[in-house]
């Protein structure tokens, strides 16, 4: 038994002899590149996911599905605006810092800088993800306010007819109760989106990320 172990692990020792050994260098080279791409997908899922709703809305049956009637006879329009230029100008900021990672990771030749950049995206990353759920909820939480606000949202959204064995307010709170459970279901879902499209992403820059502070110790 032991002549025959001697002799496998000295097959084994042959062929790994021959197995193509990796430098610190090819190894470093392979990472960057996977790296780099990874966060010019990023890149490039941002500008998608901002650009997708815009043109949707060119399609005349979007279009046509979409009332402003609501937010307007509830008076929140304004509101509503005001949290558009915000959600415009974070969401633009946030793609040029993705635009701005990629062209620092694509020019490094340094692996501890590497290291930081990777870092870095995996935090900015997280951040765009927990400002688009917060701007879900809170465009949801306005619709909500608005609707508790309304002192008579049955007649304000001409309900009566199809309320007349209803109690009003009792009717009020129910529809209060869908939107905020709407609210819940909707950003729930676009955040399992969202782990999906960045998640995977991300969760691959880490491997890299790791695979270099090993080559590094």
């Not at 002799?7 to 084994?12: N, V």
């Not at 990472?31 to 990874?38: A, F, Y």
């Not at 692996?111 to 870095?120: T, V």
């Not at 309320?163 to 279901?185: C, E, F, R, T, Y």
């Amino acid at each position: 038994m032991m002549d025959e172990l001697e002799l496998l692990k000295k097959d084994w020792q042959k062929r790994e002899v021959n197995l193509p050994r990796l430098s610190y260098e090819q190894i470093y080279q392979m990472i960057w590149k996977k790296s780099s791409s990874l966060v010019r997908w990023i890149f490039y899922i941002s500008i998608i996911e901002f650009l997708l709703p815009h043109l949707l809305y060119l399609l005349p049956s979007f279009r046509e599905g979409l009332s402003y009637d609501f937010a307007r006879k509830l008076g929140i329009n304004s509101w509503l605006i005001a949290l558009t230029v915000v959600q415009y100008a974070v969401a633009f900021f946030f793609i040029f810092q993705f635009y701005r990672r990629y062209r620092e990771i694509s020019v490094l030749d340094n692996a501890q800088q590497l290291i930081k950049r990777i870092f870095r995206t995996r935090r900015t990353v997280k951040h765009y993800v927990i400002f688009c759920l917060v701007m879900i909820l809170t465009v949801f939480l306005v619709f909500i306010v608005g609707m508790a606000l309304d002192e008579n949202l049955v007649t304000t959204l001409n309900l009566d007819a199809q309320s007349k064995d209803v109690d009003p307010a009792q009717l009020k709170w129910m529809m209060i109760g869908v939107m905020a459970g709407a609210g819940i279901v909707f950003t729930a879902l676009m955040g399992g989106i969202y782990f999906l499209l960045y998640g995977l992403l991300t969760r691959k820059l880490m491997h890299n990320y790791k695979e270099l502070k090993r080559i590094e110790a």
